[in-house]
């Protein structure tokens, strides 16, 4: 059975503080992964994509992999209160798609 | 109209009701996704269709059927529905022939099965 682990949360981060969100995941031939940001009661929405071990940057977000230890992790610099929300991770391997619970982040003003 | 869009937004229905969901999506994809949303559950993908065709079908029950006339439209159509059916129900679309890249979701429509 494949698995996306992420930690349901309330993550609670100060504005300006750098939030940390992580998800583990069982299959080690998984492919691609992403990030998805999910608003109360609006449909997810893509803030990152990482494919290869290491970091990738994308504005105040950064994703990093590491296949050896089956984690993947979003980190968000100055955290804003417009960053609260649920954050989806999600994995591809084979023929499938699998994805996390996601992790509720909330930016204390 | 920009994106994916979906049609209802809401829909109540009966158990012995027959209803459809509409997805269309304006950003030239080229694969389309079911997914269904339930509460502390997480996103589970139902139906695939690259190129208008079904790729994947995730031992979904028959009495969600899906419909792909091209590569711009998806439907879910829905006949006999139980009360744990009640979920959102949200559509998305991909920009390759490669399933399961970058997905862009639909709003979404929020079913509930009285």
């Known amino acids: 059975q494949k698995e996306v682990e992420q930690n349901s949360g309330p993550l609670s981060v100060p504005e300006g503080a750098i939030a940390s969100l992580n998800c583990t995941y069982s299959?080690?031939?998984?492919?691609?992964f992403f990030w998805y940001r999910q608003y109360s009661g609006k449909s997810p929405e893509l803030i990152m994509s990482?494919?290869?071990?290491g970091d990738k940057e994308d504005g105040r977000f950064t994703a990093q992999l590491n296949k050896a230890s089956q984690y993947v992790s979003l980190l968000i610099r100055d955290s804003q209160p417009s960053d609260s929300a649920t954050y989806l991770c999600?994995?591809?391997?084979?023929?499938?798609?699998?994805f996390g619970k996601g992790t509720r982040l909330h930016i204390l003003p | 109209e920009t994106g994916v869009t979906q049609t209802p937004r809401h829909l109540v229905m009966g158990m012995t009701n027959k209803k459809s969901l509409k997805c269309e999506q304006h950003?030239?994809?080229?694969?389309m996704y079911w997914y269904k949303q339930s509460a502390k559950k997480p996103l589970e993908l139902m139906f695939v269709?690259?190129?208008?065709?079904?790729?994947e079908n995730n031992s979904v029950p028959s009495r969600f059927s899906p419909e792909c006339p091209n590569s711009s439209h998806l439907f879910l159509h829905l006949h006999t529905l139980q009360p744990e059916d009640s979920a959102l129900y949200l559509c998305?679309?991909?920009?390759?022939?490669?399933?399961?890249?970058?997905?862009?979701f639909g709003p979404g429509t929020r079913l509930t099965v009285l």
């Open positions: 999600a994995l591809v391997g084979g023929d499938k798609i699998i």
């Open positions: 950003l030239g994809h080229n694969a």
């Open positions: 299959d080690r031939g998984s492919q691609s």
């Open positions: 990482i494919y290869s071990n």
């Open positions: 269709y690259s190129l208008e065709e079904r790729v």
């Open positions: 998305a679309s991909s920009p390759t022939q490669r399933v399961y890249n970058e997905q862009f």
